[in-house]
């Protein structure tokens, strides 16, 4: 398969952080099978909240909120085939600022934004990988974020194709998790854009067989 890129968004402040070692590992797991990959920080780039885009929205439809949003939208997460978000749980949910990720894409996808046909596109077809940590080891801790992140990608027609739980509470903890979460982080890089999502319905077209060959699942 010819390389293909992947960007990594780190959720968690923490630059030594759980979260931004499950993106290393990932990574690195990517440039091992050949493919590029880099690990952004969202609070580099997300300072501002939505808010009424009827009031807010600059005369020529672009967002006027002043941070770098655009430039993390357009530069990085568009041209990308995969994103990868690692993050921490914070009461059970995503942290603010990746779901202000998903929250602004309401002024860039409506009509009235000049590139909205170009990042509809942009999304489309993408590969998700969800790589979480908290001290908590319940299953039911993520449930709540995995919808999100599955109906979303769903909603933009892209796939969740990827979804790990590390246990960890203080800077590198994860790395004495004994489910070797950076192993399976690091795998999933390699394996990101092999990694298949399906999800039939009652007259879904299908081949009878996951991994036989034929390209990627419908």
Known sequence: MAAAQICCLVASPRRDGNSHLLAQALAEGAREAGHSASTLFVDDFVAGFLR???????????CSINDRYDELLLEHLLPA???????????????????????RLVCYTSRAHPRSEDVMRGLAGKR????LSSEESSYGMSVGIVQQISDFSRY???????????????????KHDPAEPLTAARRIGRDLFRLRA????IDTQRPGAVW??????P
């Open 198 to 201: 399906t999800d039939y319905r």
């Open 156 to 174: 933009t027609h892209g796939s969740l194709v990827a979804l790990l739980n590390a246990v960890g509470n203080r800077r590198g903890e994860i």
């Open 212 to 217: 036989g060959a034929g390209g990627d699942h």
């Open 128 to 131: 998700y990988a969800l790589l």
């Open 81 to 103: 085939g995969a994103v990868a978000m690692a993050a921490p749980i914070y009461w059970y949910g995503l942290p603010a600022q990746l779901k202000c990720i998903i929250d």
């Open 52 to 62: 009424d885009c009827r009031s807010c929205r600059s005369a020529d439809g672009t």
